[in-house]
């Protein structure tokens, strides 16, 4: 399509780092406001996840953007399956530092739950609010399906923008205004 492969891995991979770039930013400024008040706890939890999923939108967003202009202008084929492997592979550190989460909770390998908050900084907030503590011990298995929860929104934003962007359609103009076929 309009570019590589490997290249728009790399940028998806990129745009998972500047996001949990921002996100933990966001949570220091917070951190001692989340210590004292669960309002703010569960706030940070939406904003982190939110900031992270809105670079993945604009992630696909400019992706599928690129393969409609290759499609259009530069007679280039359509990949039907372009927004999955973009999702498939954009969040792949996520379902890797997951997988090996589940691992350590099944007692495979060793406890890895602070690791998985550093490099999952989005869950923080989740974590504080549900466990009492920061070891794989602590977490229960509803926890660990949350934290999984938390790591599907990401290929589920992909695709959704990917091809609600590739196929011109406008879910604003569909949602708040009542469109009558004459």
Known sequence: MAESRIKRIFKGLGWWLAGEFITVIFTLCMVF?????MLVRIFVGLASVFIVNALYFNFAHNCAKADKNAVNYHKAERKPYESVTIAMWAPL??????IVLLLSKLGAVRDIF????????QCIAWVDL????????????????GLLAIVLIAPITIIITYEC???ELDIKSLLMYDRKEK
């Open 165 to 167: 962007t590739f196929r």
């Open 114 to 121: 602070n690791y998985y908050i550093l490099s999952n900084i």
């Open 33 to 37: 406001a989340m210590r004292r008040f």
């Open 93 to 98: 550190f996520q379902y890797i530092s997951w």
């Open 130 to 145: 549900f466990t009492e503590g920061r070891t794989i011990d602590h977490l229960s298995p509803a926890g660990l399906m």
